[in-house]
């Protein structure tokens, strides 16, 4: 008679498998909520960042047109693009989540049309 040969064991069981993409799901389950948060609280801080410019180059524009406070705010085009007050695209910045800027009258501070979320978590906060 022939000798039983001894199985092989070479590899992983399926249970061994199994455990393995489970840990790998609670960790992305941890991971990809706090990779979001992490990119938002990213665009409000450029946008906070841009609103900054944005204000500075009014502030500028107003001493050098002699404008008070209440007065009409600049347009776009006096403080962004080539040789003005913030240099590049004569569009101005962006918000890196989509929303729109206001420059206000002299004295104000700019905004965002995303601004406060109205929510106490200061991550989506894109106000001065």
Known sequence: ?????????RGFTLIEIMIVV??????????VPNFVKARETS?????????KQIDSAK???AMYTKAGDGDAGPAVAD????????????????CPSGGTYTIDVIGTDPSCSIGDQGD???TN???L
Do not use: F
């Not at 008679?1 to 064991?9: N, P, S, V, Y």
């Not at 665009?43 to 609103?51: F, H, T, Y």
């Not at 403080?79 to 962006?94: D, H, Q, S």
């Open 1 to 9: 008679m022939k000798a039983l040969r001894k199985r092989d064991e």
């Open 22 to 31: 489970l840990i790998i799901g609670i960790l992305l389950a941890i991971a």
């Open 43 to 51: 665009r409000a801080k450029s946008c906070v960042s841009n609103l």
């Open 59 to 61: 502030e500028q524009w």
């Open 79 to 94: 403080i962004c693009g080539t040789g003005k007050y913030i240099k590049g695209v004569a569009t101005g910045p962006e």
């Open 120 to 122: 106490t978590d200061v």
């Open 125 to 127: 906060d894109h106000t």
